[in-house]
């Protein structure tokens, strides 16, 4: 058997002191912030615990319908313990990776595990969905934490219960343990004493190399973004440009991630002069940029770069996700102004009405907001790091489970993967920007209200937006929720087609055609809800991008000779791209 060399434990011992006293002292932070209740977990489970007392009736019933199951699961493992078929009272769903090594089915031990947690885990969550009477907040965040409980749980998670750990430990002779404590101590050293779960080997990727590489020059610059201009590839091009703004929670490459799946270099291929905002990695400098400086500095400034670049006054916009919120905005400034330069609009997965934003609003209420602008208000912006791992956690099972699995008890390095590279790429909010963000939108929804909110001065009306405007959604997006979007859409005045794309956030718009992945459901109407529009759409198959070309070309005929960037800056992707800020440094 292989045995761990001393020179290796070692090595891992000594670094271990330092690390882990950091480690400790930013949990010790944490736990006073979990004392304080600062999230209203404990005030959920409180009123949970209230109602469920109540009604004992429903606590025997649930006790009854467990104890159930346990008994068919006895009887169904005692069958298969003697050799006799027997159909598996528990079975984790297709799309569950965790369970796909063969032990966990062959194996009657492993198997029995299995089905006991699944078991317990259906009626876990079974249980608090059943209880009536809980404040709406309290509901969101006893169902949402009560899946992380758990997800944490799940028997995948530990060494003595997964199956392929235990056969990796034996065969290695515990050297993956000890591979796997290095890389947790790498980790938490590079989160500055947090854990800052690495999903990908960030040494594999460099921007301009092998991702984002399309050809393109930065064109225009100043405190918030770079303007990026791509290179044609086509002798002619459609007359009027197009503008891509990108949310500023991430970096912009999400659409340029490799040749074969960039939206960007696709669009170019389809003969647009295509146009880039590049956000900055904002520090504490830029803690008082508003929400109206995001406006100002991005998409209005970007209006007036890309006429001295190609001497075109009238283009077409693109907006994704909190991108997509800021176009909305945009554009009732604009038409509040009488400014008719904007032909056409796109939103990618985005939010104009904030009514229903799915798992997110269990992390934004009043308390925690205030308690997230103390911190803000401190370091002058809120962290990336901080941000990922809230998204993060509405996959946990994809997002965090699985690489402890990987990287902690298996003691691998994790696979080069260029998107989970830009999910790493996370940046920071400026504090001003992000509380306006949140109160006026997630909070009181006041995006959708004429004259809700002022930008510049001017109260923004969605009603006012009269252009032609196309809305991708995605059916499985947990950001921003399609049936949310849908309501949105139905703000502007002018001509709107929503298309329902598959998969989620990301998956569903970097799509390409030449993938043939998914479907994309299509209706020409826009009924008066989401359901009613469901009902009569029409499922195509492959990706939505030739559907938007299609529909972009109809009010977009007229062609000119190609034109390439002037006057660059720098080579794309440009500075701001290329800033990857650590938590380390930043602590």
């Known amino acids: 058997m292989p045995q761990v060399e001393p020179k290796v434990v070692q090595s891992v011992a000594e670094r271990s002191s330092k690390i882990l006293a950091d480690f400790a002292r930013k949990q010790s932070e944490s736990l006073s912030a979990a004392m304080r209740d600062e999230m209203g977990i404990a005030k959920a489970y409180m009123d949970l615990y209230a109602k469920m007392a109540s009604d004992p009736a429903l606590v025997a019933s649930m006790s009854v319908n467990l104890w159930v199951d346990y008994a068919r699961l006895w009887q169904s493992s005692w069958m298969k313990m003697f050799g006799l078929e027997s159909a598996p009272v528990a079975v984790p769903a297709k799309s569950d990776a965790r369970f796909k090594d063969e032990d966990w089915s062959a194996n009657f031990l492993f198997d029995l595990i299995k089905q006991s947690y699944l078991i317990s885990a259906r009626h876990i969550q079974s249980a608090v969905a059943q209880v009536d009477g809980l404040p709406a907040d309290s509901e969101k965040k006893v169902a949402f934490f009560t899946r992380q409980y758990v997800d944490a749980l799940s028997p995948s998670n530990f060494l003595l219960t997964n199956p392929q750990v235990l056969r990796e430990t034996v065969s290695s002779g515990g050297q993956n343990l000890v591979r796997g404590l290095n890389n947790l101590l790498t980790d938490i050293e590079k989160g500055g004493g947090q854990l800052q779960i690495s999903m990908t080997d960030e040494k594999a990727f460099k921007l301009g190399e092998n991702v984002a590489t399309t050809p393109g020059s930065v064109v225009f610059e100043n405190d918030l973004m770079q303007l ?96 997509g919120t800021l176009l909305g905005a945009t554009l009732a400034y604009l038409a509040a102004k009488k400014d008719e330069r904007v032909k056409s609009a796109t939103f990618f997965v985005s939010l104009l009405d904030f009514s229903q934003p799915g798992e997110l609003g269990v992390f934004i209420d009043e308390a925690q907001v205030e308690s997230l602008e103390r911190k803000m208000n401190q370091r002058g912006y809120l962290e990336g790091s901080e941000m990922a791992s809230t998204f993060n956690m509405l996959r946990s099972n994809d997002l965090v489970w699985s690489f402890v699995v990987n990287n902690y008890l298996m003691g691998k390095d994790p696979f080069p993967f260029d998107l989970l590279y830009w999910n790493a790429d996370s940046t920071r909010m400026p504090a001003r920007m992000h509380s306006f963000y949140l109160r006026n939108m997630y909070i009181k929804n006041l995006m959708g209200v004429p004259g809700g909110i002022q930008l510049g001065g001017v109260p923004i009306d969605l009603s006012k937006v009269t252009i032609p405007s196309y809305f991708i959604s995605t059916v499985e997006d947990h950001i921003a929720p399609w049936k949310t979007t849908y309501k949105g859409a139905r703000y502007l005045k002018g001509p709107v087609r929503f298309v329902l794309g598959g998969s989620g956030h990301i998956a569903g718009i970097v799509n390409p055609p030449a993938a043939k992945k998914y479907h994309f459901w299509t209706n020409d109407k826009l009924p008066e809800t989401a359901e009613k529009w469901f009902e009569s759409a029409v499922q195509k198959p492959g990706s939505w991008w030739e559907d938007w070309q299609s529909w972009i070309e109809m009010t977009n005929t007229d062609k000119v000779p190609a034109r390439s960037p002037q006057k660059a800056i720098e080579p794309a992707p440009g500075r701001y791209a290329k800033l990857r800020l650590s938590t380390k440094a930043s602590s």
């Not at 803690?287 to 007036?304: C, T, V």
């Open 228 to 323: 990026i201009q791509y290179k044609p590839l086509t002798a002619q091009v459609l007359k009027r440009p197009l503008i891509i703004v990108p949310p500023w929670i991430n970096k912009y490459y999400i659409l340029d991630l490799r040749e074969k799946n960039s939206f960007i270099r696709w669009a170019v291929s389809q003969g647009h002069t295509v146009f880039v905002v590049s956000w900055v990695n904002p520090d504490a400098k830029l803690a008082q940029k508003g929400f109206d400086d995001y406006m100002r500095e991005g998409p209005l400034a970007a209006l007036d770069a890309v006429e001295k670049a190609t001497g075109e006054r009238e283009v077409n916009f693109i907006g994704y996700c909190l991108g």
